[in-house]
């Protein structure tokens, strides 16, 4: 089945202590991307890729890192959280100019 | 700079009702819009893509239009369900951008009453 996963799906953590959320997709899209969605923000782009280490900037880049090493994955690094961090997040992939498809969501809390 | 608008925020009509979900974009140059549904706490569930050459696309029940030269889209949906209540986001590919840019909506939140 094509997919992307996400992993954890629920992480509550402590303000400093670095965690990686996990992004892996099997439909060898070239272009990933993660966005965090918070109320009344909607969904904002932190990072995206456009191939294997290839990655750029999005819309909230601040306190997040990427990398690309492979194409089926993508994982999001904080490496020093912090409570204005918690937030919904979600890795999406596609092949190009085509639909966006997104994973199921980590629901990050940091205390 | 792109801005996505999506009025209202928030939409409650009775069962079997006919509906249209708004969207506006603030730049006509875009590569392609697409329309999500979010439950509550979940992923985002494509519904329609429109490339920025096609007038509309129909899935079912939903069609999505799009006229550019306006900046708008809309999502019709028909003989709605209570199973259908969620947020509808859309979303644009600005055209001179990398396909993993894309500008979301804030979303309409809508509910279907039975």
């Known amino acids: 089945e094509a997919q992307v996963t996400q992993n954890p799906r629920y992480l509550i953590t402590v303000t400093g202590k670095k965690l990686t959320v996990t992004c892996s997709q099997n439909?060898?899209?070239?272009?990933m991307s993660w966005y965090r969605q918070d109320p009344g923000l909607g969904l904002r782009q932190i990072y995206y890729s456009m191939n294997v280490e290839v990655t750029d900037k999005g819309d909230v880049p601040e306190g997040y890192k990427v990398s690309r090493k492979e194409k089926r994955n993508f994982p999001l690094i904080l490496e020093s959280p912090s409570p204005n961090q918690t937030s919904l997040y979600f890795c999406?992939?596609?092949?190009?100019?085509?639909?966006?498809?997104f994973g199921p969501g980590t629901r990050l809390t940091v205390t | 700079k792109q801005e996505v608008t999506q009025i209202p925020a928030a939409l409650s009509v009775p069962e079997g009702e006919n509906l249209v979900l708004n969207c506006s974009f603030t730049d006509s140059a875009i590569y392609n819009l697409q329309w999500f549904r979010q439950d509550p706490g979940k992923g985002l569930t494509s519904l329609l893509l429109i490339q920025s050459s096609q007038r509309e696309q129909t899935s079912g029940r939903l069609n999505a239009s799009l006229d550019k030269s306006s900046g708008r889209s809309t999502l019709y949906i028909a003989a709605s369900q209570p199973g259908d209540s969620a947020t509808y986001l859309c979303a644009v590919r600005p055209r001179y951008s990398s396909a993993s840019k894309i500008i979301f909506g804030s979303g309409t939140r809508l509910s279907i009453r039975p």
């Open positions: 999406a992939s596609s092949p190009d100019s085509y639909e966006q498809y």
């Open positions: 439909m060898n899209h070239e272009y």
